[in-house]
């Protein structure tokens, strides 16, 4: 009796667990807190533990909210599409109000714990949370517009770092903020390519020209090159205390070449397998682009 208890525990347990990541959207939140502590490391002058467990924390708080609340918003939405019928409130799993609440709480953690850190910090940490759901998501199905409004709190989290070392905003977070800004067209449409029937179910408007075609490509080709060259901007020192190496730039242009690549291969091809390989590109891209800019801060202070 006991074991079979013990058991359900586990099995609840589970998946509670499990619903929470699925309405929070963990991978994505991860990955975000991720590009805010590469910010945090560019910027900081020295290292410490407990800001960057602060802006873990709080980053992933953000986040989280902002994806409970677009999982309440679109909730009827979301029960007509195959890929999100099974989150946690279409699904039954999570009412709106537990939902809600889990969003509210996670919004106050988040925002308290950045101002732990400092007042900017919290601030564009709201900012982001406010725009992406009460901006963004009311926008993806009224017009594809809504990709270039999604694209400001999508790009903070990578300067929101660099504030919470520094307490400043200028060149050098800007600079970091244009580079995730323009990356994320050619990644968005890039998985937007591949979902358009299954948003087009939701009433989703997410392609720039509302179809898959020539038109389409051209953008994503367009971005592609735009952050290609923003995200080589600081070898010429232009960009402040965010600095790059010739070798770094190098490196980072040939990767932004290899996603161009997979641009160009799209227009040739025009199918969902190329958009998906593009789409990788994409997420290798960002993160080999914040793995080298850190990795080179602390090359050149060695030499």
Not at 42 to 59: D, K, M, N, T, W
Not at 272 to 295: D, E
Request: hydrophobic residues 50%.
């Amino acid at each position: 009796m006991k074991t079979a208890i013990k058991t359900e525990n586990k099995i609840g347990f589970a998946t509670v667990f499990a619903d929470f990541k699925e309405i929070t959207k963990a991978r994505l939140a991860v990955s975000v807190v991720f590009s805010s502590i590469a910010g945090y490391f560019l910027g900081a002058y020295e290292i410490e533990l407990y800001p960057v467990l602060l802006l873990a924390f709080g980053g992933y708080c953000m986040v989280g909210a902002s994806n409970a609340f677009n999982q309440i918003i679109e909730k009827d939405l979301d029960a007509l599409m195959n890929r999100t019928r099974n989150r946690p409130i279409p699904a039954g799993r999570i009412s709106v109000n537990k939902a809600l609440i889990i969003a509210v709480l996670l919004t106050t953690l988040g925002v308290v714990s950045l101002y732990f850190l400092n007042p900017k910090t919290a601030m564009f940490g709201a900012i982001s949370i406010f725009l992406y759901t009460s901006v963004y998501t009311p926008l993806k199905t009224k017009t594809p517009l809504s990709v270039f409004v999604g694209a400001f709190p999508g790009a903070i989290p990578f300067m929101l770092g660099w504030v919470a070392a520094t307490n400043e905003f200028g060149i050098e977070p800007g600079t970091l903020f244009m580079i995730q800004f323009f990356w994320q067209f050619p990644h968005f449409w890039a998985l937007a390519w591949m979902l358009d029937d299954d948003y087009k179910k939701g009433g989703f408007k997410m392609l720039p020209t509302g179809k898959k075609d020539k038109g389409t490509i051209l953008q994503i080709i367009m971005y592609t090159i735009w952050m290609m060259v923003i995200s080589v901007v600081p070898v010429f020192g232009i960009t402040g205390r965010l600095q790059l190496s010739i070798p770094g730039a190098i490196i980072i242009f040939l990767l932004g070449l290899f996603m161009l690549f997979f641009a160009f291969r799209l227009y040739e091809k025009k199918d969902n397998v190329t958009a998906r390989k593009l789409m990788l590109a994409s997420v290798t891209y960002i993160t080999m682009v914040q793995l080298l800019y850190v990795g080179d801060k602390f090359v050149r202070a060695l030499l």
